[in-house]
């Protein structure tokens, strides 16, 4: 860590045994939960100097209190697949602060998912959310359940399992689920419809992420990948750069990549690699979205099948290799640690000037370093794909006024709040002593505003 002038040296050191004390605290309770290791690490080194500078965060136990989750809930999710064999996965919901706002984040099916993957979703979405401005707490949920492969029935079998326990412990004022790998617009209904049933009663601000004839916003299904996009532009042109004739790759073919392709596309970008859990395909001439669009999102088809209408591209089985392109701008839109400091030299070497991750936590703390050393724009996850959530939080607002904006305006706040986020961030950044470090300034944007909502709510 480097020095930071205008606070003593002993207050400095006196933040840095807290940290260090606490992390510690968190790796013994929270044993072999190597990416809520790596979250909380990665949250807690920012935040020296703001410990360094109010010691009243210290006095307050605020990391001790930030750390540990509100609730953590595990539970059996049982159903029957389409042979009539009983299956059983395990559920998830971690609620783990509402300083701010009731417990907010989305739900994950995937087959990794475990407490950690879920811990660490639920810590950044504390900061995330508060970075938004909008009145939302931190929390996540899931299962290791694999929908690849699952048929419709199956999908909506396990849904309805999975919500019928999750129903005890949600609310529009209690705890708003939504989606995240692996669970899209199809999967919120089937789980709102379950949770109506459940409750006997019509409240569609108890989920975001829904169909907009039953609640749903327009512009959530786009919100992440254009929110991304509209934080890059921002802070491409803060530095004279812009999207027009920049190269972009973009891993990931999901609802993150594939609205962060089709936005950047508009501004004159040329996006000319995404993937999937199978590989990628490279495409020179520009990636036709219309058909990774149908693939992804309608045919739930495999990234290799676009070859048999573009056979001038080509596809690669290895993923990681999806960086070797050289490119202006990478945006890494597929899930966790996806670039590590070997992956951060190629793009480096190969000239990338923007990096920005629309996914959560993709780079490790290595990659993001070697970025900050070589002066490369850096978006962290929690400010630069803030935008999903933002815009939940506005179908939030609507569900409880019981009306429904327009594209324009939701999409007009949705660009606004990004602005805001960015700003926020790179003030936060300059009066803290890291002056351009995004990281750094939007992990303390957000916490600042959690930490002091927490020492007025007392020891709770
Ligand atoms: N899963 C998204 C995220 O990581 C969206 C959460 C939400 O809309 O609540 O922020």
């Excluded at 059983?88 to 609620?95: A, E, I, K, T, Y």
């Excluded at 129903?167 to 899209?184: C, K, M, Q, R």
């Excluded at 508009?266 to 990628?280: H, I, N, P, R």
């Amino acid at each position: 860590m480097t020095t930071i002038q205008r606070v003593k040296d002993d207050s400095l050191q006196q933040a840095l045994d807290y940290v260090n004390t606490v992390f510690k605290t968190v790796e013994e309770r929270n044993p072999g939960e190597v990416e809520f290791h790596q979250a909380t690490k990665h949250i807690f080194t920012a935040l020296v100097p703001v410990f360094a500078k109010h010691p009243k965060y210290m006095k307050n136990g605020i990391l001790e209190r930030i750390s540990e989750p509100e609730r953590l809930l595990t539970f059996r999710v049982p159903w029957l697949d389409d042979s009539g064999n009983v299956q059983v996965n395990r559920g998830f919901r971690v609620q783990f602060n509402s300083s701010i706002g009731p417990y907010k984040g989305g739900t994950r099916f995937h087959p990794t998912v475990n407490a950690s993957i879920i811990k660490f979703l639920g810590f950044e979405q504390i900061f995330k959310n508060a970075l938004t401005g909008q009145p939302i707490g931190g929390g996540k949920g899931g299962a290791d359940f694999n929908p690849k492969g699952k048929s419709n029935n199956e999908i909506m079998r396990f849904c309805q399992s999975y919500m019928t326990e999750l129903s005890n412990y949600i609310g529009p004022n209690v705890d708003i689920p939504a989606g995240d790998i692996g669970v899209g617009a199809r999967e919120i209904g089937y789980m709102f419809g379950q949770y109506k049933r459940m409750r006997g009663s019509y409240e569609p601000g108890v989920l975001t992420g829904k169909d907009v004839r039953f609640g749903g916003s327009l512009v959530r299904p786009e919100a992440t990948g254009y929110g991304l996009i509209y934080f890059v532009d921002d802070m491409m042109q803060d530095h004279g750069l812009s999207f027009n004739n920049s190269k972009v790759i973009v891993s990931g073919a999901g609802n993150v990549a594939i609205y962060a392709m089709e936005k950047a596309m508009e501004l004159g970008a040329k996006v000319v690699a995404c993937s999937d859990s199978t590989g990628y395909i490279h495409d020179e001439k520009g990636v036709n979205l219309e058909t990774i669009k149908r693939l992804k999102l309608e045919e739930d088809g495999v990234i290799s099948a676009y070859l048999a209408e573009h056979p001038h591209a080509s596809f690669h089985e290895n993923g990681d290799d999806i960086w070797t392109i050289p490119c202006d701008i990478a945006l890494p839109c597929a899930t966790q640690n996806e670039i590590d400091a070997d992956i951060a030299r190629v793009l480096i070497k190969n000239g990338v000037k923007v990096v920005a991750e629309g996914s959560n936590m993709p780079s490790n703390q290595e990659a993001i370093d070697l970025f900050n050393e070589s002066h490369i724009l850096f978006g962290p996850a929690k400010a630069a794909n803030a935008g999903g959530v933002a815009v939940s939080a506005l179908e939030m607002a609507q569900n409880s006024m019981k009306l429904s904006w327009s594209f324009e305006k939701v999409d007009a706040k949705l660009h606004e709040i990004m602005l805001n986020i960015y700003r926020n961030s790179i003030s936060a950044a300059e009066e803290y002593g890291y002056p351009g470090n995004l990281d750094v300034g939007a992990n303390i944007a957000g916490f600042l505003k959690v930490g002091d909502a927490m020492i007025r709510e007392g020891v709770v």
